[in-house]
Each structure stands twice: as C-alpha cells, then as structure tokens.
C-alpha cells in the first residue's frame, strides 16, 4: 500500500568538493530517479511533479552546483564538473543506477552522464532539451545580456527570462517561487553556466554511443528548440522515444506535470529489466 509522499531535505558533501542540498522522497528501497534541473533553476523546478509521483519511487531532486542551496564556489562551471558533481552525488547517496531526468539545459548534463558515465544511467529521459545551443541565435542573443550580469540581480530580469520560457500559464505562487530560486544564483554562475554549458556542449556526434533506453518530451509550442531538432536526436539515439505535447512550450514539467508523470512512469514500466 502505498503511503502520501513526503519530500525531505538534506545535504551531502560530494568527491567533488561540493557541499549539495538535495531534495529526497519516496520508497528508498525501490528504483531511484534523479532529477536535474535546468540553467538558474533548483530542485524546485520539479516540486509540481514530485508529489504526482508514486512513491514507489525513490526520488532525489539536487540543486546542482553555484544553484538553490548548494554551494556557490568560485569556480568550475564546465560541462564536465556538472558532469562529474552527478556521479559523485550518486556514490553519495548509495545510488549506483538511476533513471535520470534531466530538462533544458540540465538534459544536456545528463545526455553527457549517460556518455560517460554509462553504468550509472538505467534509462535517459529529457524534457524540452536542447542536443546543443551552440548555434542557437536566441540563446547567443540572450547572452548580451547575461555577460552584463551584476550582483545584486534584479528580479524584474528573472521573472521577464522565466516568462519567455512559457507558452502556457503557470500558478503565480509558483512562478514567484522559481523566480526567488533564481535569485539565489550570483551572477558570476549566470555567465560562467553560460559560457562553461550553453555555450560550448555539442554531443551530437555521439548520440548513437547512448545505450540507455531514452524517452524525449517536447512541447510543441517551444520557442527555444525547433522539432527538427528533436527528431534528428530520436532517430539518432538507438533505443529513443519522441513524445510530443500539444499547447505546451518549453518546460512541460512546469505546465503539465501530470502528462510528464504520466510518461515517466509509464516509460519506465515498460523498459523495466524483465
């Protein structure tokens, strides 16, 4: 029988260096998923999802390093240190395998798990992310911006960079939520993700090295990421499943929690190990 989910809160020191705050529910006995959140984002970018989720599930959310409660150091703000902070983060929690969900740009840190660190990742599932933004003239032109960055943030940037991502309305409770998450990013880690993530990740040339079972979400009003785009990875990535959502921009897990829960679950009852 299962019992009302309850999320936790705790925090861990990483061989990284990384002193990470993390959000933690469900059965710990069963299946981990581990959600990465996005670019100025925290664990809360899944708090409309996570209390959908069965609890038979165990379920750990992170605020991944210089975003929400973890730390904020000075430096390393490459793909690579993202990369790594992920497989030190599992070790920590007595994690060896998990699903791994990752959305925007957090999807391109955990395409670059399943990469390099295989043997962690049981199956792959990406929300509204991006193979690269390299070449992305909107992101290149958002950078002017973000280069010009400084402390203290105003909030009025924020809640205008987070309502760009939207195509469909979300709680305002919850909109001012993520934008007060945002606010507790410096600005020195707004540029640095920038130039260290969005700038400079392109792995398309190794999605057929993707062994895990993938399951790719995007939302058909995406202002960011064109279908094109998504297509190509599908076909690409060997063991790869498309799902489109109608009236549904870039963050689907924001506006359609329950469908993203819905395919989640499903997804990983039907790749399940026999």
């Known amino acids: ?66 975003h929400g409660d973890s730390d904020k150091s000075q430096c390393c703000y490459m793909a690579d240190d993202y990369v790594a902070d992920v497989d030190a983060f599992m070790e920590a929690v007595g994690i060896e395998k998990a699903t791994l969900v990752g959305d925007s740009s957090g999807g391109l840190i955990a395409q670059r798990v399943a990469l390099d660190y295989p043997h962690r990742v049981s199956r792959l599932v ?23 960055l400084e402390d203290p943030i105003s909030p009025e940037f924020v809640r205008e960079f987070v309502s760009g991502t939207l195509h469909y309305p979300v709680p305002e409770e919850f909109l001012e939520r993520v934008v ?46 064109p279908r094109e785009e998504q297509e190509r990875r599908a076909a690409a990535i060997p063991n790869a499943t498309l799902r489109v959502y109608p009236e549904t921009g870039h963050l689907a897990h924001w506006v359609r929690p329950e469908w993203v829960v819905r395919d989640l679950e499903a997804f990983m009852k039907e790749t399940a190990a026999a």
Not at 133 to 143: P, Q, S
Not at 195 to 221: M, S
């Open 1 to 66: 029988m299962h019992q009302p989910n309850a999320v936790e809160f705790a925090t861990t020191r990483l061989a990284t260096g990384l002193q990470v705050h993390y959000a933690e529910q469900g059965d710990r006995e069963r299946e981990a998923i581990v959600f990465l959140h996005a670019y100025v984002d925290s664990w809360f970018s899944y708090s409309r999802m996570l209390p959908l989720l069965s609890p038979e599930y165990h379920a750990f959310a992170p605020d991944q390093r210089g």
């Open 180 to 225: 007060s998450e945002s606010l507790k990013v410096p600005a020195r880690v707004w540029r640095d993700y920038y130039e260290g993530v969005l700038l400079t990740v392109d792995d398309t040339t190794r999605l057929g090295e993707i062994g895990a079972p993938t399951l790719i979400l995007w939302g058909e009003q995406d202002a960011i990421l």
């Open 126 to 148: 990406l929300i509204g992310s991006p193979t690269t933004l390299v070449n992305n003239d909107a992101v290149r032109e958002f950078g002017k911006e973000i280069v010009a």
